[in-house]
């Protein structure tokens, strides 16, 4: 056992007698018991990481969520059969692509375009044992992709003389233009010098939305979604949905059309970032639409002005998501408040106060985004008690080898 709570026990396998068949030699060993965190599940096969993760969110949804929470989930078609939600393998997985240079790589790693670390008391980068103020030195980054593992932080005779003891590393590898690594708040190149670059460009391919490839600019420390196609994905799961198709992964009906978007469409969008779904929401609302976006951070909102700039049909506030802003958004729209809510809360999800506050809106439509599965049953319970009805959930497996997942729920007023 290691560790023992009034809600939990953890313990470590110490001798396995006998292996399952989902047991696979890991994908970072280091990562193993008695290690880093962030591997949990790198020494199981892929497949069976994400019925462990169905079983997860099943559980959650059951058990916190309640009985009309698991009833909705089970009325659903994508829970045909099972009564559950799958979940599903991000494109790179599901069609055997790889990221970066053509090369032979274990399933689900080089996923990562965001690396923390730290440097350990003999000048080595590492990462903390799990649940512990150790560093261990790290031999390999195996989740990181080629462009991070390029760089060579591991390497300490060629980061030696930017390393001391206790300092923070970030790697960052954008989807356009070279990685940059931040110690202790310093930028550097890939290739160890120093530079006064603190941004970087990320580009997301819309064209399912038939927008093209969307650019953007984020902050050196600001938030980005680290999975390598997590941002596209998003971008067409999200908004598709909250234009009014399905969130699957085959979403019925066409894509929604900058020709036919006029709509006048109002929405509300919580805990926006650095605004990846802001730019195409504003995109595609029309002329005569609106997009109010809230996110606390303001170097998020920064980012997010930029992003969105020549864009007049997004209204972007800095602030706290709480019950008080959201009541405050009708007056943003003329009083008739929105016809859309889209959120995308942190882990611990938004809350049965600010849940409350968004039904009072009476938007017809909720696009929820969650990575926590308990959250996300605390939420759905609250929406679904306000009389909203669950139309479609998908939930995708954004960081392999560990026990996080993403999930998308959208609701309509019933």
């Given amino acids: 056992m290691t560790e023992k709570n009034a809600k939990i026990w953890r313990a470590d396998a110490v001798e396995i007698l006998q292996a399952s068949p989902d047991r696979v030699a890991s994908v970072w060993p280091q990562a193993g018991p008695g290690g880093v965190g962030g591997g949990e599940l790198a020494h ?26 698991q009833e909705a989930v089970a009325a659903l078609p994508e829970a045909a059969g099972s009564g559950s939600i799958g979940i599903e393998p991000m494109p790179s997985e599901a069609d055997g692509a790889e990221p970066g240079r053509a090369r032979r790589r274990a399933p689900g790693t080089a996923t990562r375009t965001r690396v ?30 080629p462009a991070i593992q390029e760089i060579g932080l591991l390497e300490r005779s060629r980061w ?13 590898a954008p989807s ?15 290739s160890a010098r120093s530079t006064g670059r603190r941004r970087v460009e990320e580009l997301v391919e819309a064209g399912g939305l038939g927008l093209g ?19 596209e994905v998003l971008v067409e799961r999200v908004v598709r949905a909250a234009l009014g198709a399905r969130p699957g992964p085959d979403p019925s009906g066409p894509a929604p059309d900058l020709a036919e978007a006029d ?17 195409p929401l504003a995109m595609l609302v029309g002329s005569s639409g609106l997009v ?3 996110e606390a951070s303001g170097r998020a909102v920064g980012d997010a002005r930029r992003n969105l700039h020549g864009w007049s049909r997004a209204h972007l506030a800095t602030g706290r998501v709480t019950p008080r802003s959201v009541g405050r958004a009708a007056t943003a729209f003329e009083g008739r408040g929105p016809d859309v809510v889209v959120l995308d809360p942190p882990r611990q999800g938004a809350g049965r106060e600010v849940c409350r506050a968004i039904a009072a809106l009476a938007p017809e439509r909720i696009v929820l985004v969650a990575c926590d599965p308990a959250a996300l049953s605390r939420d759905l319970a609250v929406l679904l008690g306000s009389g909203y009805r669950l139309a479609a959930m998908s939930a995708l497996d954004m960081f392999p080898h560990t026990h996080h997942f993403e999930t998308i729920s959208v609701l309509e007023r019933g």
């Fill in 44 to 69: 199981v096969a892929l497949p069976a990481q994400r019925t462990w993760k169905r079983w997860v969110l099943a559980d959650c949804l059951r058990r916190i969520g309640g009985p009309q929470v």
């Fill in 116 to 145: 923390s670390l730290s440097v350990g008391p003999d000048g080595r980068a590492g990462m903390h044992v799990f649940r512990s103020g150790t560093v261990l030195p790290l031999e390999t980054l195996p989740l990181a992709v």
């Fill in 160 to 172: 030696r003389k930017h390393y001391r003891p206790g300092a923070r590393i970030e790697a960052i």
């Fill in 176 to 190: 356009a233009g070279e990685p940059l690594v931040l110690i202790d708040g310093r930028v550097l190149t890939s």
């Fill in 213 to 231: 490839e969307l650019h953007y600019s984020v902050h050196a420390e600001g938030f980005w979604q680290i999975h390598h196609q997590a941002p």
């Fill in 263 to 279: 709509s006048g469409r109002r929405v509300l969008e919580l805990y926006s970032g650095s605004g990846l779904l802001t730019l």
């Fill in 292 to 294: 109010l976006s809230q």
